[in-house]
């Protein structure tokens, strides 16, 4: 089993900077990908980014590529998800995701639907 924590949201302007974490603990030696998805209120769960383990590619939504930054902490078995430029439209939970023992390709680590394991998320505001 696999659990996932994320921390680093909170409250920010437009145009800040935030970066979230996902640790994970347990058997983290099955992990294959880490995703990254938000929900705004009364919206779907959209896909933001992912990590492959095995070779460290990632992928990324068109609605943040530029602004996001998605990276591994081998060390620490965290997942971090760097946050610049960030607009009113970012407002969203924040989850975390993880995909086992797998083979990953790119576009399954865009649907919701691939993942295992998901975190309880964590909220990010961002003001006018």
């Known amino acids: 089993q696999v659990q996932l924590v994320e921390s680093g949201g909170g409250l920010v302007q437009t145009g800040d900077s935030l970066r979230l974490s996902c640790a994970a603990s347990?058997?983290?030696?099955?992990?294959?990908?880490i995703g990254w998805f938000r929900q705004a209120p009364g919206k779907e769960r959209e896909y933001v980014a992912a990590?492959?383990?095995?070779?460290?590619?990632?992928t990324y939504s068109d609605s943040i590529q530029g602004r996001f930054t998605i990276s591994r902490d081998n060390a620490k078995n965290t997942v971090k998800l760097q946050m610049n430029s960030l607009k009113p439209e970012d407002t969203a939970v924040y989850y975390c995701?993880?995909?086992?023992?797998?083979?990953?390709?790119?576009?399954?680590?865009?649907?919701?639907?691939?993942?295992?394991?998901w975190g309880q998320g964590t909220q990010v505001t961002v003001s006018t």
């Open positions: 995701a993880a995909k086992f023992d797998s083979s990953s390709n790119t576009a399954s680590m865009a649907r919701s639907s691939y993942y295992d394991s």
């Open positions: 347990g058997r983290t030696d099955r992990i294959s990908v």
């Open positions: 990590i492959r383990f095995s070779d460290g590619r990632t």
